[in-house]
């Protein structure tokens, strides 16, 4: 198993600002992955961090909105920037186990609400 | 296109049995996957279903026919506690997850 730290656990943010959003994991693993869920919704994967490579965004994510680090394979950061209120939402790390480097553990969560 | 359907809500009664279907159209299969999410915390791992037939772990089980694109996850004993949210997901043949709107389960005394 894996233990997944994940913060801030909440902010409230102006918009145009950025935030930063930190997922430590307490093993190495090779893939992490960032998703975001609106409340009583499912989840939209953002993008999949390798270390040592570019993240790999999904259709309708931008790096430069959603600009992501990689730089061992514990630690990975997240940043919203140029925040508006529809980023409003809980932004989830998630780490690859099971089979096929599946999600298997997810961080705890980062609600952000911006306004 | 990709799709995963299961039912928005469900209500069952304390010590009681419940069963949550979800079928799925994806392109390829690489996997069948349950969550299980409680308000305001993240996602944990059930269950894994990658041949055909029933997985049990516990209380729970989960079972899977490729050939029909159906999976249901099984939950006996029921406890106030199994108030949650589940997820179906599958890994299509990009081993990508692709979730199920999630059913809402609540479990009444």
């Known amino acids: 198993s894996a233990v997944i730290s994940q913060k801030p656990s909440r902010d409230i943010c102006q918009r145009g600002t950025s935030l930063t959003i930190q997922c430590q994991v307490d093993s190495q693993v090779t893939m992490m992955f960032w998703y975001r869920q609106q409340p009583g919704q499912s989840l939209t994967l953002i993008a999949t961090a390798n270390q040592g490579s570019e993240a790999t965004y999904e259709s309708g994510f931008v790096i430069d909105k959603f600009p992501i680090s990689r730089p061992n394979l514990t630690f990975s950061t997240l940043t919203v920037s140029n925040m508006s209120p529809e980023d409003s939402s809980i932004y989830l790390c998630?780490?690859?186990?099971?089979?096929?480097?599946?999600?298997?553990?997810f961080g705890q969560g980062t609600r952000l609400t911006v306004v | 296109g990709q799709n995963i359907d299961q039912p928005t809500e469900m209500t069952a009664t304390e010590g009681a049995i419940v069963q949550i279907n979800c079928t799925y159209q994806t392109s390829g299969f690489n996997g069948l996957f349950w969550y299980q999410q409680h308000a305001g915390e993240a996602p944990t791992f059930l269950s894994y279903?990658?041949l055909d037939g029933l997985e049990e772990k516990g209380r729970f089980s989960s079972f899977l026919s490729r050939s029909k694109g159906y999976s249901y996850l099984l939950l006996k004993e029921l406890q106030m506690k199994d108030s949650a949210s589940y997820f179906c997901?599958?890994?299509?043949?990009?081993?990508?997850?692709?979730w199920g709107a999630g059913t809402k389960l609540i479990i009444k005394p």
């Open positions: 279903n990658v």
């Open positions: 997901a599958v890994k299509d043949s990009n081993y990508q997850l692709i």
């Open positions: 998630s780490v690859g186990s099971l089979p096929e480097n599946t999600e298997a553990f």
